[in-house]
Protein backbone atom coordinates (compact mmCIF):
# COMPACT_ATOMS: atom_id res chain seq x y z
CA UNK A 1 0.00 0.00 0.00
CA UNK A 2 1.41 3.35 -1.45
CA UNK A 3 1.37 5.86 1.52
CA UNK A 4 2.99 9.17 1.92
CA UNK A 5 3.16 11.22 4.76
CA UNK A 6 4.15 15.12 4.90
CA UNK A 7 5.66 16.54 7.83
CA UNK A 8 7.43 19.81 9.14
CA UNK A 9 4.51 22.64 9.15
CA UNK A 10 3.85 24.75 11.83
CA UNK A 11 3.41 28.66 13.03
CA UNK A 12 6.28 30.34 11.89
CA UNK A 13 7.13 33.92 12.10
CA UNK A 14 7.62 36.03 8.68
CA UNK A 15 11.07 35.63 8.03
CA UNK A 16 11.48 32.38 9.66
CA UNK A 17 11.98 28.86 7.51
CA UNK A 18 10.53 25.67 7.96
CA UNK A 19 11.83 22.33 6.24
CA UNK A 20 8.84 20.14 4.66
CA UNK A 21 9.47 16.17 4.70
CA UNK A 22 7.40 13.78 2.22
CA UNK A 23 8.05 10.46 3.08
CA UNK A 24 7.06 7.69 1.16
CA UNK A 25 6.26 4.14 2.51
CA UNK A 26 5.26 1.07 -0.23
CA UNK A 27 6.72 3.23 -2.93
CA UNK A 28 10.16 3.91 -3.40
CA UNK A 29 10.40 7.58 -4.52
CA UNK A 30 13.24 7.26 -6.48
CA UNK A 31 11.48 5.93 -9.07
CA UNK A 32 9.05 9.14 -9.22
CA UNK A 33 8.52 12.62 -9.85
CA UNK A 34 7.72 13.84 -6.66
CA UNK A 35 5.83 17.44 -6.59
CA UNK A 36 4.75 19.60 -3.89
CA UNK A 37 1.67 21.43 -3.98
CA UNK A 38 0.14 23.90 -1.64
CA UNK A 39 -3.58 25.17 -1.23
CA UNK A 40 -3.89 28.83 0.48
CA UNK A 41 -7.25 29.41 2.00
CA UNK A 42 -10.03 30.18 -0.70
CA UNK A 43 -7.60 29.29 -3.18
CA UNK A 44 -6.71 26.13 -5.60
CA UNK A 45 -4.39 24.61 -5.38
CA UNK A 46 -1.14 24.63 -6.99
CA UNK A 47 2.05 23.06 -7.67
CA UNK A 48 5.22 24.82 -6.09
CA UNK A 49 7.70 22.60 -6.90
CA UNK A 50 8.95 19.58 -8.59
CA UNK A 51 11.86 17.98 -9.46
CA UNK A 52 14.49 20.70 -10.36
CA UNK A 53 11.29 23.12 -11.40
CA UNK A 54 10.36 25.84 -8.72
CA UNK A 55 7.95 28.12 -9.05
CA UNK A 56 8.76 31.64 -9.98
CA UNK A 57 6.74 33.70 -7.12
CA UNK A 58 9.08 31.58 -4.54
CA UNK A 59 12.58 30.26 -6.70
CA UNK A 60 13.98 32.91 -4.31
CA UNK A 61 13.06 31.05 -0.81
CA UNK A 62 12.33 27.63 -1.62
CA UNK A 63 14.48 24.58 -2.45
CA UNK A 64 13.63 20.93 -2.79
CA UNK A 65 15.78 18.07 -2.00
CA UNK A 66 15.95 14.15 -1.87
CA UNK A 67 17.52 11.73 0.19
CA UNK A 68 16.61 8.38 -1.19
CA UNK A 69 18.67 6.68 2.17
CA UNK A 70 15.34 7.75 3.90
CA UNK A 71 12.92 7.47 0.97
CA UNK A 72 12.31 11.42 1.40
CA UNK A 73 11.96 14.58 -0.65
CA UNK A 74 12.04 17.62 1.32
CA UNK A 75 10.72 21.19 0.88
CA UNK A 76 12.90 24.30 2.14
CA UNK A 77 10.57 26.88 2.93
CA UNK A 78 13.22 30.22 3.76
CA UNK A 79 11.95 33.73 4.25
CA UNK A 80 8.73 32.48 4.85
CA UNK A 81 5.57 35.45 4.21
CA UNK A 82 2.12 35.37 5.32
CA UNK A 83 0.95 34.69 2.09
CA UNK A 84 2.72 31.65 2.35
CA UNK A 85 0.31 30.66 4.75
CA UNK A 86 -1.52 26.83 3.05
CA UNK A 87 -1.69 23.75 3.58
CA UNK A 88 1.34 22.20 1.77
CA UNK A 89 0.68 18.42 0.02
CA UNK A 90 2.95 16.21 -1.80
CA UNK A 91 2.75 14.21 -4.51
CA UNK A 92 4.30 11.14 -6.79
CA UNK A 93 3.86 11.00 -10.85
CA UNK A 94 4.97 8.33 -12.80
CA UNK A 95 5.49 11.15 -15.33
CA UNK A 96 9.81 11.47 -15.53
CA UNK A 97 9.14 14.67 -16.07
CA UNK A 98 6.93 15.92 -13.57
CA UNK A 99 3.58 18.21 -14.64
CA UNK A 100 2.14 20.87 -13.12
CA UNK A 101 -1.65 19.05 -13.71
CA UNK A 102 -2.40 17.19 -10.47
CA UNK A 103 -4.64 14.56 -12.83
CA UNK A 104 -1.37 13.31 -13.44
CA UNK A 105 -0.44 12.92 -9.85
CA UNK A 106 -0.81 9.14 -8.68
CA UNK A 107 -0.76 9.55 -5.24
CA UNK A 108 -1.14 12.35 -2.26
CA UNK A 109 -0.18 12.87 1.38
CA UNK A 110 -2.62 14.61 3.85
CA UNK A 111 -1.26 17.34 3.98
CA UNK A 112 0.54 19.66 6.74
CA UNK A 113 -0.22 23.04 7.65
CA UNK A 114 2.29 26.03 7.17
CA UNK A 115 1.03 29.07 9.37
CA UNK A 116 3.08 32.33 8.93
CA UNK A 117 2.27 35.19 11.13
CA UNK A 118 3.38 37.34 14.06
Known amino acids: QVQLVESGGGLVQPGGSLRLSCTGS????????VGWFLQAPGKDRRRVSC??YVAEAVKDRFTISRDNAKNTVDLHLNKLKPEDTAVYYC?????????????????WGQGTQVSVSS
Open 91 to 107: AVSDNPSGSKFEAEYDY
Open 26 to 33: GVNLDNYA
Open 51 to 52: IT
